[in-house]
């Protein structure tokens, strides 16, 4: 390849580089915009929230109707909740803008893989709130506390088994196999339960 060829080729190298450039300017100002109201729509949602929360206060009201304290705030967990949404709504809109409409599938499925790992983790949090909150008011024997902390975890691994990269012929065998624990696991207990007496 001769010299002028060469710098044939990086013209042209350099040239296409400016023309996508240029191409994607006023896609990155808009995402730019996008990326501000994101952030002026959540710090004004955080302030109104904290206002209605603050004079509504769940935290309150749940302990006093239930007796139940939980271990996060109903509060915080609103606001984190309702931040989601508005940071969800310009995932999607920068994922079209700059992408286009054929990655939507791809983040669609990568949401709803998150979405699961985060049911599973608040699942076995609302599991053992629960199940500790049941165990504060019944006095119950250390033995059967530890049985029930048994069955928990066996439902808890059902459903981790459910976001594992498994095929699917291994998950169904796996809760197919726990789900038939938990049952014969219960149903021994419910008979030792009631006539162990006898």
């Known amino acids: 390849m001769t010299p002028v060829d060469l710098i044939e080729v990086l013209l042209g190298v350099i040239d296409q580089i400016a023309k996508e ?40 009201l749940l302990k006093k109707l239930t007796g139940v304290k939980l271990p996060v705030s109903i509060s915080s967990l609103i606001i984190i ?17 700059l992408f286009g409409p054929q990655y939507m599938k791809l983040v669609n ?11 599973v983790v608040f699942l076995t949090v609302f599991v053992l709130v629960v199940f500790n909150a049941l165990i504060r008011r019944v006095k119950v024997e250390g033995g059967l506390r530890s049985y029930a902390y048994f069955i928990v975890l066996l439902l808890v691994t059902a459903m981790l088994v459910d976001v594992t990269a498994l095929s699917e012929p291994v998950k169904s065998g796996l809760i197919s196999g726990l789900s038939l624990g938990i049952g014969i696991s219960i149903g021994v207990f419910a008979v030792w339960f009631f006539f162990h007496n006898y």
Do not use: Q
């Open 109 to 119: 499925d990568a949401l709803a893989y998150a979405a699961r790992i985060v049911s």
């Open 21 to 60: 450039t240029v191409a994607l300017m006023p896609k990155v100002f808009l995402s730019l915009i996008v990326l501000s109201l994101v952030i002026v729509v959540i710090k004004l949602l955080n302030k109104l929230l904290r206002r209605l929360l603050g004079v509504a206060d769940p935290d309150k």
């Open 81 to 97: 909740l309702a931040d989601l949404g508005v940071a969800l709504i310009a995932v999607y809109s920068l994922t079209d803008l």
